[in-house]
């Protein structure tokens, strides 16, 4: 089983007071890969990567999957991390928590093992290893591999605790470092790092001083990590460099960072003469010296190439399309979700376009206004059920009029599982009318518009909406119909709808694949072409081939970045996810988060040359490159199609003919 988690940076870690600048070394941890650039850390090299527990983002954290994973995806010379706990026998293990059940099956194992211990001052309740030997927890619990071989940081994370239970972190740590040298240690408790830091000394591991929340007591000094922040002479004494959580560096308020961010990592460097002050990605005041996070890969892409210059030139022709404007930053289809598509690098800006009930085409995704307005608040005696566009009962543009409508707040939808994506921006915006949006794109001198259209047969037979008739009139009034400088693209799901349009030189057109089909016959591609110059699919499977045999362009969408709408097979990474549509030649990618895809087409990250390459993925990859190394890695078998094929009848709509 996998354990999936937010994709967040846990902690941010500083290399403070650690070296003169003439003992530096340049980018410390910096493989030779990577290229040199100066960058606002201690040392002025690449700012390091730690593993926490591996790649915990995706498998069980300190597991050997999530530690190998980790090692052959990551920039080279990222760190694995190890949390160090102690079983009854004084054996060592990685786990993230002293307290086990929740990483692992000890509660399923021994449902009555559980028991309380108070662990610097507080009470913890649940499943320990010291209650339990070595063998019992290697051979029966879950996630119970030793990795005291594999990670170069070991975290002494309750050294107190163990000593009251007879004990010593320190003396184990000591005696294992006769095999292995970790490269630092690292512990929330100052008595413990100074008495290990001299007897480590010579084998120059780093020490470490990790803080934890600004209201939680250290047990040695019996004052709270918010004052020691105050005190970093202090700490210089005995430790290398700090740990902190993310709110000690920048402040949050509700989720959200606040204007200016707090001077510790200015206090931290100006002990050092040596700082330099160059620019650090997009962040010009400083850098930190690394990251601790459960995904080293999307930290390895941003550090490896994603830093690059954002005016850099593009360098892919993988068309960027945006879905109802950039709808993951505002609410879709409004004015700012235009705006930022177009300053985020969109090629093409999308209005789906709606009907109000006396007959004026705006853009929003669907019809339904329940979820994309606060229509739900004024509006519910209006709400009815119609099949032939949905089954549950909601309130419809073309039941209301347009002043109603304007009346009504645009709303940011939910992305995943009633997740809110950017509470901040939930009803900023304003409606925007077609005729409004083609003369934005005009302005702006985009590469060119997509008009999506959909219900047009539910609206001219039962509402006598002639939705087709009026984007064409729309369109000619804007001279769209008599220029070639932008492209026009015409998308629908109705193939009778694309051939109204099939007549305008300058238009192209997009059959939308509502179902999920996992692959084209050659003889269906010939098909299409009939009726279109694209197709888009909803999810890629193995349909270029044969499109592109058939002169048929092929897009994919919706493409989001919340790791919990991706697949396991892209890493939960909306980079990797890109990387595999780019390798498989996709024509265009429809995104609610235009600057993503910009990012990534405009940075080094797909070149083979490149320092760290962003690479695609095949179904079961993931499985494949951690089998052990005394096993040939196998690639899976790449299927042709898995579920159900294009049929005529996906194809071919005749309402029209």
């Known amino acids: 089983m996998f354990k999936t988690g937010e994709k967040m940076i846990g902690y941010l870690l500083f290399f403070v007071f650690l070296i003169h600048t003439n003992e530096a070394k340049c980018g410390m941890g910096k493989p030779p ?50 949390d160090l706990q102690f079983t009854r026998d004084g054996q060592g293990f990685c786990e993230s928590e002293i307290a086990l059940q929740n990483m692992t099956n ?17 009470e913890i309740h649940g499943w320990f290893g010291l209650d339990y030997d070595a063998v019992y927890i290697f051979n029966n619990v879950t996630l119970n591999q030793n990795l005291l071989t594999r990670p170069p940081w070991w975290n002494g994370q309750y050294d107190n605790f163990y000593n009251q239970h007879r004990m010593s972190p320190e003396d184990f740590i000591l005696s294992s470092m006769e095999d292995v040298q970790p490269e630092f240690i690292s512990s929330p408790e100052i008595g413990f790092l100074k008495s290990i ?24 000094t019996k004052v709270k ?23 000690y560096i920048w402040p949050t308020n509700n989720g959200y960072l606040q204007a200016e961010p707090t001077n510790l990592v200015l206090d931290a460097h100006n002990y050092d003469p040596a700082r330099e002050y160059l620019q650090y990605v997009d962040n010009s005041q400083f850098s930190v010296d690394g990251v601790i996070t459960d995904f080293p ?54 209005c789906s376009v709606q009907m109000s009930k006396d007959g004026i085409a705006f853009c929003l995704t669907s019809p339904d206004l329940t979820d994309s307005t606060t229509a739900a608040t004024l509006f519910m005696d209006r709400a009815t059920q119609i099949p032939e566009i949905q089954l549950d009962n909601e ?8 002043t109603e409508i304007q009346s009504l707040k645009p709303q940011i939808q939910k992305s995943f599982r009633d997740l809110l994506r950017n509470p901040l921006n939930k009803n900023k915006g304003k409606f925007v009318m077609l005729s409004e ?162 990012s990534y087409m405009r940075s080094p990250c797909h070149n083979k040359a490149a320092p ?26 790449a299927p042709d199609h898995i579920g159900p094929l294009l049929t005529i009848d996906d194809i071919v709509d005749d309402f029209y003919d």
């Open 297 to 350: 890969v999307t930290a390895s892409a941003a550090i490896g190439c994603l830093y690059q210059d954002k005016n850099a030139s593009r360098t892919l022709k993988t068309l960027i399309i945006s879905h109802d404007g950039a709808s993951g930053d505002f609410p879709g289809s409004t004015d700012l979700a235009h705006q930022k598509a177009i300053d985020d690098g969109s090629d093409i800006i999308d």
């Open 225 to 247: 990590y918010g004052s020691l922040a105050a005190k970093l002479p202090m700490i210089k004494s005995f430790a290398s460099g700090i740990v902190v959580p993310r709110e």
């Open 437 to 598: 949006f083609l003369e934005l794109a005009k302005t702006k001198a985009v590469l060119g518009i997509l008009i999506n259209i959909e219900n047009a047969a539910y609206l001219e037979s039962k509402k006598g909406l002639d939705i087709t008739g009026t984007v064409s009139t729309a369109l000619s009034n804007a001279t769209f119909d008599k220029q070639s400088t932008q492209k026009v693209l015409i998308q629908s799901d109705d193939s009778s709808v694309l051939l109204k349009f099939k007549d305008i030189p300058t238009y192209q057109r997009v059959l939308e694949i509502k179902k999920d089909i996992s692959g084209t016959p050659h003889e269906l591609a010939q098909e299409v072409k009939k009726y279109a110059d694209y197709i888009l699919y909803q999810e890629f499977h193995q349909h270029s081939p044969a499109m592109h045999a058939a002169n048929v362009s092929v897009y994919v969408g919706i493409l989001k970045n919340e790791f919990s709408n991706l697949l396991l097979d892209y890493y939960s990474d909306p980079y990797v996810e890109i990387a595999t549509l780019v390798d498989a030649r996709i024509d265009g990618l429809i995104t609610d988060f235009p600057a993503s895809a910009s």
């Open 612 to 637: 760290y390459k962003i690479s695609g993925v095949m179904p079961c990859d993931m499985f494949a490159s951690v089998k052990q190394k005394d096993q040939a890695p196998t690639a899976a078998p």
């Open 33 to 82: 890969s990577v290229p040199l650039k100066k960058w606002m850390t201690l040392s002025g090299g690449v700012p390091q990567i730690v593993a926490n527990g591996g790649f915990s983002g995706l498998f069980p954290a300190s597991s050997i999957p999530a530690y190998e994973f980790a090692s052959l995806n990551s920039l080279p010379g990222t760190i694995l991390l190890c």
């Open 395 to 402: 309130i419809f543009s073309f039941d209301l009029t347009w």
């Open 106 to 122: 000890i509660d399923d194992r021994d449902p009555k093992g559980q028991k309380t211990y108070n662990v610097n001052g507080q």
């Open 197 to 220: 830091g001299p007897k480590a000394k010579a084998a120059k591991t780093k020490m470490i001083f990790k803080f934890l929340g600004p209201d939680v007591v250290e047990p040695t």
